[in-house]
């Protein structure tokens, strides 16, 4: 397995980030070296069951073994002005916040319970989009790492989550393009450090949007 330096996901770009360009060129450097197919292949087979049981701690990526399941850990994350209560899958599990979605900018406010759907825990490389591009093929100790990997999760707004599915980037990029850099940067981080394989149009969007990034 590649591993690639990858930061954490913040919840919205800030203006003008030192860390953008040089972490953009960072993952140009890296694109070139990753596998690409000319188009996505589609197998029938993908199950979210196989990555796993949803948001289990029992993983060994960052936050893995901490006693908060990992939707947690990513409210925690990227959510402010948090309050917390003990819950039975977490001590400590957030049961309010706020936060400006990523993909799209819009302020959400969270509340467990009836406003908890507002808020959803997106992994930026899909995991049916994984599945097709090589992690059929994994163990499931590996695919419930990228399943709970921070690197590769981020809370954003119910309808932006929605509207991506599990489309790669050749078909969708968030609609902030403020955070364009930040997506794609962590899209190549992920997918580099799993090992995974690219479609050839996702490549092109992401190289464009890297090198744009890094000027």
């Known amino acids: 397995m590649v591993v690639v330096a990858v ?5 919205a770009a800030p203006p003008q980030d030192p860390t953008i360009a040089p972490r953009a060129r960072q993952a140009a ?19 979210r069951a196989a990555f796993g049981a949803a948001w289990t701690d029992a993983v060994a990526v960052a936050g893995g073994a901490n ?15 948090t309050r917390t209560a003990a819950v039975a899958s977490c001590p ?6 706020e936060f400006r979605s990523p ?15 507002s808020v959803q825990i997106d ?12 992690a059929w093929a994994w163990t499931p100790t590996k695919r419930m790492d990228l399943a709970n990997d921070p690197a590769n999760l981020v809370a954003v707004d119910a309808s932006s989550n929605l509207a991506k ?6 078909r969708w990029m968030p609609p902030n393009r403020g955070f364009h850099c930040h997506y794609a940067i962590q899209f190549v981080a992920v997918v580099a450090t799993y090992g995974l394989e ?6 092109q969007v992401l190289s464009r949007t890297l090198r744009r990034c890094a000027s």
Request: charged share 25%.
């Open 165 to 170: 599915s599990d489309l790669e980037p050749g």
């Open 103 to 117: 993909y799209t900018g819009e302020f959400v406010v969270f509340r467990r319970g009836g406003r908890a759907g």
């Open 29 to 47: 450097d890296i694109l070139p070296g990753i596998p690409v197919v000319a188009q996505r292949p589609s197998r029938p087979d993908y199950r």
């Open 7 to 11: 930061a954490t996901v913040p919840s």
């Open 198 to 203: 690219l479609d050839d149009h996702s490549r």
């Open 92 to 97: 400590r599990a957030v049961t309010a916040g």
């Open 123 to 134: 992994h930026i490389v899909p995991l049916a989009f994984a599945w097709d591009m090589g």
């Open 67 to 81: 006693g908060c399941d990992t939707r947690n850990d990513i409210l925690a994350r990227d959510l402010t002005d």
